[in-house]
């Protein structure tokens, strides 16, 4: 009997408890269904949660707009890629100091490519996640693919400062992709232009060989050179090997006797052919073409260097004749604190504008819209002047800056307009 006794109440409490719990489970219920109706369903956020395949539904932040910007701030690209992004951020503090774009904020993730593809992979993959609507990208296509790869699939808007390969251009690297330069042929054939309006005649053309832009370059300029009637004794590749086989026998020929040498070439093979040059005793008048101007070119590392200079993308003294160049400059000095070294920081000035005006034209941040909008441009007004796409995905004019070494400075001299084509 005391056995039944124990039975009926343990009965008696497993069904209390079962009558306990079904009742919390309805609380719950009913607990879970208010939350949902009180979270915007518009906003949903994937985020870490503990459980796997969780979605956590958040409220995004209306007012701001963002934008990425992936530069290589120590390694192989960025003496390149991060003067231009410098200015590109310091151009959209200035956007934001006036009140921003579309009444909102602009905010810019910043992360440093080291020209990694790895690295760039990742940077790529972390600010599309994080909503930007503009990705800025390096100078070079071959590290900037990664992230292009990552673009088009999520058809989010990305332009380079300075790629100049042709299929940016043609829009082959994506119908979202965008350069703020041409091909380098086309400066070459500027530069060939401007040195005969001053009245050269003969010239010796050197050109870095390991490198495509400063050999279609040069050759750009030797080709136009020849059409305009211009005479050249010396038309030779050089590079770090070759080139004090080329420059000695050129010496001592003579031919360097002429109304100036062009130099085509990156940092490394341009200094040396520069010191080449001046170490011969040659006094000649050298002319570089835009493709040396770099923020690792600096005239202190040729000796008597005298007569030399160089096509530019702007002035960095504070002497451009463009008021919004000097302005871009200081804009670049609050972010960086120094001015900038290289020409090369306005293209991202200019890209920073190109974007903000095609933003407030298309009243969305959209990149399909935006892209779109930048298609429909045909003449456009950028720091540094007047700017051409005709129907392209890359600038196809613009004007260039003539420096002249002054004291071991480079210092604005004339601007180089128009192009051929």
Known sequence: MHCLQQCLTACLLTLCLISCS?????????SESSVEAETPSSSVIETE???????????????????????????IMASYDRQPGVAFIGMVEEYNRQGGLLDKKIEVLRENSESRLSMINSAAEKLIKSGVQLLVVTCELDFAAPAVKQAKEAEVLLISPCASEEDWGLGEVDTLAFSMVTRPKVYGAQLADHLWGEGNRTAAIFWDDTVPE??????????????????????????????PSVIGPADRLGSLDVDAIAVCATNRVGVLTLQLIRGAGWLTPIVAGPSLDSASFFTSDIPN????RMVSFAGTRGDDPYEEVNQAAVNFQSIDGIPPASGRFILGADLAELWFQAVNLASTADSRVVAETIKSFETFSVPSGLIKFEGTQAVTERTLRMLRNVGGYMVFESLIQGSTQ
């Open 22 to 30: 079904n009742t919390n489970e309805g609380k719950v219920e009913d």
């Open 49 to 75: 949660s503990p459980t796997p395949g969780v979605e956590v539904e958040a409220i995004e932040d209306e007012d701001v707009i963002l934008v990425g910007v992936i530069i290589d701030e120590e390694n």
């Open 214 to 243: 400063t050999i279609q370059e040069c050759i750009a300029f030797r080709d136009r050179w020849g059409n305009l009637g211009g005479r050249s004794t010396v038309e030779s590749p050089v590079n770090m090997v070759t080139a």
């Open 305 to 308: 260097l005298g007569d030399f």
